[in-house]
C-alpha cells in the first residue's frame, strides 16, 4: 500500500514538525543563493524568524517572472554540482529553468515512484511512458520514477500514435503516462487499426499536466479498461510528483513532506480555507541546488485537509480548475475553459475534442465554442441538429451565466496535437 510508511502515514503533528524543521533548514539554504539572500535580507527573514508553520508568511512570494529573470542567481550550489536542467513548458510564455543535483534527481525519482506505487503499480509491471522526453519535465521525471520502482520502463515519448499502440501490443504494457486529451485523441488510432485497447492488458494510467474534468477521466477508463489516476506537478517544483491521486480518486495527496502548500486568495494573497478555491503557493523543503520560496505557480484549486481512507494525512488537491492567466473575463463574468470541458463531456453526443473562440464584434465579446460530435449523432437532419446545437447552448449558458454561439462540426475537424492541448484561441485584440 505505502512506498515509505513512515512518512506517509506521519501522524497529526509529527508532519508539522517535519516541515518546520525543513523550512527553516531550506531558508538556511536558500540564503547561500544571490538571489534569496537579497531578498530576505531586505524582508528580515533568517532561519531563527521563522518559529512556525504560519511564520512561511513572512517570507516574500516568488514569481515566475523572478525566475525567468534571475534564474541562475537561485543556484545555492556551484554549477559544477549540477547534474540535469529542464525547463516548463512554455505554455504561458517564456519558459523557466530549473536545475538539479544529483541528490535532487533521486529525490524527485523517489517521489515519483512512491506516487505510482500508491496506485498500484508494482516492480514487474510494464510501464509505457507517453510523455514527450527532453526539457519536458514530464517525460524524464517519470522514466525515473518508474525504473526506481522496477518497473519495465519504455520511454516511448510522445507522438507516432501507429507507433505507441505497436508498442503496448509488443511488450504487454499495464500501466501508461498520457496526456488526458492524447488519450482521447489516440482512440481514433485504435479505431483506424480495428484494435480494441480494452483487449490489452493495460490496467492503470496516469492523466496530467493539463486540467481535464471527471467525465474525461471516466471516458478514458471506460475506453481503454483501466484506472486512470490524476498527477499533478511542475517544472518548478521538480516536474511531476508534487500531488498525486491514491486509490480513493477523491483528490490529490500533496507529497507535504517534500513540499509546504499554501492556497491564497487570488486577490488578498491571504490564506484560503479548505474547500476555498485560491492560488497554490508551494516551498520547496526538500530541494538541494535550488530551493525556491512560496512559488507562486498561477494554479487554481482548493484542498480538502480531512484525513483520507487510504490512511494518509497529507492534504488532497482539487482538480486544478485552470491558470490565473487561463481565466475568461467576458461580459464581466469570470469563466474557465474547464467549466466548459464540464458541460461538453457530460453530454454523450459530443465527440473527443472542443476549441474556443474570443472575438470581438462593435466593442462586444463574443464566444463561439466549437463543438466535435460523434458520428452517429452528426445527421443530415438539420432540425435535430439544430436542437442539438441548442441544448449544448441552452448547458453551457446555465454553467456559464454568458450565452456563447455553438458551432457543431465533425469528428476529427478541430486540430488536436500530441502536448498539451490548446482549448482556447483569443482573437479580442485582432477585431
Ligand atoms: P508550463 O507552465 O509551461 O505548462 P510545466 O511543463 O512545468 O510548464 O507544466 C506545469 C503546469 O501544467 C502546471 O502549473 C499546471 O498548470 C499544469 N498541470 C500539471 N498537472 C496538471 C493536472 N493534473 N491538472 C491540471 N493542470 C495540470
Ligand atoms: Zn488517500
Aim: aromatic share 8%.
Amino acid at each position: 500500500m505505502y512506498w515509505d510508511k513512515a512518512v506517509e502515514t506521519l501522524p497529526a503533528g509529527e508532519l508539522e514538525a517535519l516541515q518546520l524543521r525543513r523550512l527553516r533548514e531550506t531558508v538556511a539554504r536558500a540564503l547561500l543563493s544571490p538571489f534569496y539572500r537579497e531578498r530576505l535580507e531586505a524582508a528580515g527573514v533568517t532561519p531563527e524568524s521563522i518559529r512556525s508553520l504560519e511564520d512561511v508568511q513572512k517570507i516574500p512570494l516568488t514569481t515566475k517572472d523572478d525566475l525567468r529573470r534571475r534564474g541562475p542567481d537561485f543556484l545555492t550550489v556551484p554549477k559544477t554540482e549540477l547534474v540535469r536542467l529542464h525547463a516548463s513548458s512554455g505554455t504561458t510564455g517564456q519558459a523557466t529553468v530549473i536545475y538539479y543535483t544529483r541528490e535532487d534527481i533521486e529525490a524527485w525519482a523517489d517521489l515519483v515512484a512512491r506516487s505510482m506505487y500508491m496506485t498500484g503499480v508494482r516492480p514487474g509491471d510494464v510501464f509505457q511512458n507517453m510523455m514527450g522526453y527532453g526539457l519536458f519535465t514530464g517525460g524524464l521525471g517519470f522514466h525515473y520514477g518508474g525504473e526506481r520502482l522496477g518497473c519495465l520502463t519504455i520511454p516511448a515519448g510522445a507522438g507516432n500514435s501507429a507507433r505507441q499502440i505497436q508498442l503496448m501490443r509488443d511488450h504487454g504494457a499495464t500501466v501508461i503516462h498520457i496526456i488526458p486529451s492524447y488519450a482521447l485523441y489516440l482512440l481514433n488510432h485504435f479505431e483506424a487499426l480495428g484494435v480494441d485497447p480494452r483487449d490489452l492488458p493495460l490496467r492503470l494510467a496516469f492523466i496530467g499536466a493539463e486540467p481535464h474534468s471527471e467525465d474525461m477521466r471516466r471516458r478514458i477508463e471506460a475506453a481503454y479498461g483501466l484506472k486512470a489516476f490524476n498527477s499533478y506537478g511542475l517544472s518548478e517544483m521538480n516536474g511531476p510528483g508534487v500531488a498525486f491521486e491514491c486509490p480513493e480518486q477523491n483528490g490529490m495527496h500533496v507529497w507535504e513532506d517534500a513540499f509546504l502548500m499554501e492556497v491564497l486568495d487570488p486577490g488578498t494573497l491571504t490564506p484560503a480555507a479548505p474547500g476555498t478555491v485560491g492560488e497554490l503557493v508551494f516551498t520547496n523543503l526538500t530541494r538541494r541546488g535550488m530551493p525556491l520560496l512560496r512559488y507562486r505557480t498561477r494554479d487554481l484549486a482548493s484542498y480538502d485537509d480531512a484525513p483520507c481512507p487510504c490512511g494518509r494525512r497529507m492534504k488532497r488537491l482539487s482538480r486544478i480548475q485552470g491558470r490565473t492567466d487561463d481565466m475568461i473575463i467576458i461580459k464581466g463574468v469570470n469563466i474557465f475553459p474547464l467549466q466548459i470541458e464540464q458541460v461538453l463531456m457530460s453530454l454523450p453526443e459530443v465527440h473527443t475534442n472542443y476549441l474556443v473562440e474570443l472575438s470581438r464584434k462593435n466593442f462586444n465579446d463574443i464566444m463561439t465554442v466549437k463543438v466535435e460530435v460523434r458520428e452517429e449523432f452528426f445527421t443530415e437532419d438539420l432540425r435535430q441538429l439544430n436542437a442539438l446545437r441548442k441544448r449544448i447552448t441552452e448547458a453551457l449558458k446555465s454553467e456559464l451565466l454568458v450565452t456563447p454561439v455553438v458551432e457543431l462540426v465533425e469528428p476529427h475537424t478541430l486540430p488536436a496535437g500530441e502536448g498539451k492541448a490548446v482549448r482556447l484561441v483569443d482573437r479580442r485584440s485582432e477585431g
